[in-house]
């Protein structure tokens, strides 16, 4: 009989035969199947229906591409892209990112991790992801809008409310919905529930904008809390600062901690008075700027170069909320050399398979992803809600939900490793509580 672990081996040596080249996406898989010997060794059916194979292909990619017209008259192409990649439990949900680095690998990698962060929800929502390698930095509003109706004149096609349900990432924001809704609207009709991440004018929901940052917040209070700690006092690094990094500053100094840097691309600010939240949002959202500006205008900060995690300072608490991969072994250990006891993530997979490591051997507080920033979908899931329900929750009600959900899902992860005897392991404890739901749908279903 094949064992758990040899099933495991196998699966994924397909996996990596069958995608050689898509790297992230392979880093995701590794991560999931790292965590899943137990509960494969408790469902021997996983290995007969041979799920792992199944799980780890796309119900379909779809790949398109998007031309339009820059303000110089001149023609561009992009490529665009659907990942629609499980509807086990739900019609794939998960947002677009524009992006130059965007490519199949990116969004095979975010539509794998969507599955099970949905599920962990509770909210009927399968698993997918979208998005092009436009880069909207530094193109005039005309520009976004010419490339956006382009891209949604293909993808109106491949997506509808019980189909497939689109949001927002890095680079797609309410600007960027607010196009596609009105293209979809021309090309099909008004249908509110076809896009979550809406503006509040047609059908968006409050706390939307703030709900990855804040359900972030909420999901690490009660992990500290778990294990005898709080935000109150803490210092806080958090990378980034787009969506996700705003609302996660905000969330964590109103529940009393310090937030001393905020990053993007080119560098970091550190400001050892805390982050000045109503700056910070000037200058992204409404001059779309950078942080140089920042510095420059706010006396107790300085900006430097480079990634915020080769910041020597002294810190307790890390929230990597810009990108993939932001973390390595190296950037993790002068984590913990420098004080920090919890980390916990905003962005999608910013810490590498050796980074977790790291932070397994020293013991830190570790909320992975899928579950720490499932915030977001979260709330569009409560946006499919009231849009078929005609009705709009007040911000009480949807943040009260959002909290009662992070909750939910600390809960499941910590319950779900103490199950398995996985101690303080939330990794395991998100994955395995995911897959099984996941698995359990699909099997349920037949071979399909
Ligand atoms: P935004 O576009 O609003 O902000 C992205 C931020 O990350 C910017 O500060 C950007 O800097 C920085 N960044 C992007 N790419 C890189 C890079 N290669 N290196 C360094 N910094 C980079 O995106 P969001 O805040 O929405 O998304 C941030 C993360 O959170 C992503 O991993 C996303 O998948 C994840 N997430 C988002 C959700 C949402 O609801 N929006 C839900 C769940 C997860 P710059 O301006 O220089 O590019």
Not at 18 to 43: C, G, M, S, W, Y
Not at 99 to 111: D, E, W
Not at 148 to 172: C, N, R, W, Y
Request: aromatic share 10%; with cysteine; proline share 4%.
């Amino acid at each position: 009989m094949t064992t758990a672990k040899a099933y495991i081996e196998q699966a994924f040596a397909t996996v990596k035969a069958r995608n050689p080249h898509e790297t992230e996406f392979l880093q995701a898989v590794e991560e999931l199947f790292d965590t899943l010997e137990p509960v494969i060794e408790k469902h021997p059916e996983y290995i007969e229906e041979n799920i792992l194979e199944r799980i780890v292909e796309p119900e379909r990619v779809i790949s398109f591409r998007v031309p339009w017209t820059d303000k110089n008259g001149k023609v561009q192409v992009n490529r665009g892209y659907r990942v629609q990649f499980n509807s086990a439990v739900g019609p794939y949900k998960g947002g677009l990112r524009f992006h130059p680095t965007v490519n199949q690998s990116i969004l095979k990698f975010l539509g794998f991790e969507q599955i099970y962060k949905n599920v962990l929800t509770g909210l009927p929502i399968g698993g997918g992801k979208g998005g092009s390698d436009f880069d909207p930095k530094g193109k005039t509003d005309r520009e976004v809008m010419n490339f956006v109706q382009s891209f949604m004149t293909e993808l109106h096609k491949h997506i509808g409310p019980s189909l497939d349900v689109p949001a927002g990432d890095i680079g797609v924001g309410g600007r960027e919905i607010g196009y596609m809704f009105g293209q979809y609207k021309r090309l099909r009709q008004f249908d509110a529930g076809v896009l979550t991440g809406k503006p509040l004018a047609f059908g968006g929901s409050l706390i939307r904008p703030e709900a990855t940052g804040y359900g972030l917040v909420y999901f690490t209070d009660e992990m500290l809390k778990a294990n005898g700690k709080s935000f109150n006092n803490q210092t806080v690094l958090i990378s980034g600062s787009g969506n996700v990094a705003q609302f996660a500053v905000q969330k964590a100094q109103e529940l009393g901690a310090k937030v001393i840097s905020v990053s993007d691309s080119n560098g970091y600010v550190i400001d050892e008075t805390g982050i000045d939240f109503d700056l910070l949002v000037d200058i992204k959202e409404k001059r779309r700027a950078r942080l140089t500006e920042y510095a420059a205008e706010k006396s107790t900060a300085q900006y430097f170069e480079g990634s915020v995690w080769n910041y020597e300072g002294a810190a307790d608490i890390a929230l990597p909320c810009a990108t993939q991969n932001e973390i390595d072994s190296e950037k993790a250990e002068r984590l913990i050399k420098n004080g920090v006891y919890a980390v916990a993530e905003g962005a999608n997979m910013p810490s590498d398979l050796s980074a977790i490591t790291i932070y397994r051997d020293n013991g830190i507080l570790y909320g992975p992803a899928k579950a720490a920033n499932a915030g977001g979908v979260a709330v569009s899931a409560l946006e499919m809600s009231q849009n078929s329900q005609r009705l709009s929750w007040t911000s009480e009600e949807v943040d009260n939900r959002l909290k009662d959900i992070m909750a939910n899902i600390f809960a499941t992860a910590k319950e779900t490793a103490e199950t398995y005897d996985l101690g303080r392991d939330y990794l395991a404890g998100a994955n395995i509580a995911a897959f099984e739901k996941v698995a359990d749908a699909m099997i349920i279903q037949g071979v399909v």
